[in-house]
């Protein structure tokens, strides 16, 4: 079989839509998921969120998911959240034509609590409200501004993200230090995370970039001071990191929010240690969902040379790929060229990429784009070879290979045609001296044009 030497180029293949009907996971032997480990890496509302996602996605773990749910709330702020997750445990029913328990079999929301939290929170709102007013009508700034503060975090907690959005944002008309706009953004992208309002977290990121960037001219001024503690020099610099990595964070999820892969994957590769997120760690994000984020757009977008450099060989990646173990056997098997068992690991772990709230609609058309990846990168050495032997290399049918390649060559992304009655597929043929002369000729071409545009500019 011929070979011909081709280079590697970054590949960016179309998302293809994802399917309108409803995701099922399955669990079971050839779908792992441990549900109580999952969940033990998330605190508060996050966790309730991820639950009640799991509830949705995952019929047959469904009722174990609704009991820890409701363990959950009750240690929340928040009663609403038992209606959302009702709502979710009929659906699931529902999607998977299946008859579940009757939810109030398995558990059921403690009325006496239920009334002693709504209580308190209207008490809690009528003091924040009566210590703003009196603070407002003092005009005490720092005092208007942390009763602000205290608005938004309160309403966030009770599920009311429009009054806490509109209570963090007044505070930052009483903010006197860079600092204090800095934390009021971080407030903002918290709540944006837990709303997966991945469209505005730009804006908040862009704002707090401003601040950190002042609040770090500032604290470099006082510790330039003779005066100042090493410690304290070193303390200020640590927390501008760990602030910059949530920046970070932030930034790569709004890309995967919005379909922007190969963006998503290189900024949170400048995330670095998990314990660089500081309390972002388990309250919005766990480190092993980061890896997979990142893994999964990093071979989607990212060319062979730079997943080894940027993924196997960074010594702050390699901590989080500790997180997922099954993640270091995909990206070898993928550099390796080991295709089946990169598909087989992507459908094995297939559930536990679902049951994740940001990845979840983006497994579809990431597991399209890595597959389409990796049919290119088979063909590429090749002038010609048969189906069959792509069909064993893919743990394909020859009738499904020779789909996925004419669509990859309809496409354009493989430069071929398919012999359908000798089931080969075979590189186009190209003159590499015409083409050297059509390039040249089309160079001048574009000289004597722009020799044209520039002469005639000067006689005017």
Known sequence: ????????????LPSLPSSRRPIIAPVDDAHPFDLEGYIANYTGRTAIERLIHIVVTCPSIAPEAYQLAVQHIHQSR????????????????ANAGVQLPSPYDLAQLDTKWMDETIAKNAADKSKLEVELKTYTNNMIKESIRMAQRDLGDFYRETGDYAASLRHYTKS?????????????????????????????????????????????AAANANNTSATAPVQSRKKTS???????????????????????????AHHLLKVGSHKNLGDWVGKLVAPGDITIYTTLCALATFPRGSIKTKLLENSDFSLYIEQEPYIRDLIQAYLNSNFRTVL????????RHYVDIHL????????????????????????????????????????????????????????????????ILQA???????????????????????????LLRMRL
């Open 1 to 12: 079989m011929d070979i011909d030497t081709v280079e590697e180029q970054p590949f960016n």
């Open 344 to 351: 087989e690991l992507l459908s094995r772990y297939s559930t």
């Open 78 to 93: 928040d009663p609403s959240l038992y209606q959302s997750l009702l709502s979710a445990y009929e659906q699931a029913g």
């Open 238 to 264: 640590s927390d501008r990191e760990d602030v910059q990595s949530k920046l970070d964070f932030a930034t790569a999820l709004s890309h995967l929010g919005q379909g922007n892969y190969e963006k998503a």
């Open 428 to 454: 186009k043929k190209t003159d590499p001296r015409a083409e050297l002369f059509a390039r040249a000729t089309k160079a001048g071409n574009d000289i004597q044009a722009a020799n044209r545009k520039l």
């Open 172 to 216: 930052r008309e009483f903010c006197t230090t860079s600092q204090h706009v800095l934390d009021m953004c971080l407030s903002i992208l918290e709540l944006l995370i837990e709303q997966r309002n991945y469209s505005h977290l730009t804006t908040y990121v862009f704002k707090a970039d401003a601040a950190l960037d002042a609040a770090k």
């Open 360 to 423: 979840a609609p983006h497994v579809h058309d990431l597991t399209n784009l890595i597959r389409n990846w990796a049919v290119v990168l088979y063909f590429q050495p090749f002038a010609t070879i048969r189906l069959d032997r792509m069909s064993a290399a893919f743990g394909w049918s020859v009738e499904e290979v020779e789909q996925q390649v004419v669509q990859l060559i309809q496409s354009g992304h493989i430069q071929g045609r398919v012999d359908s009655q000798n089931k």
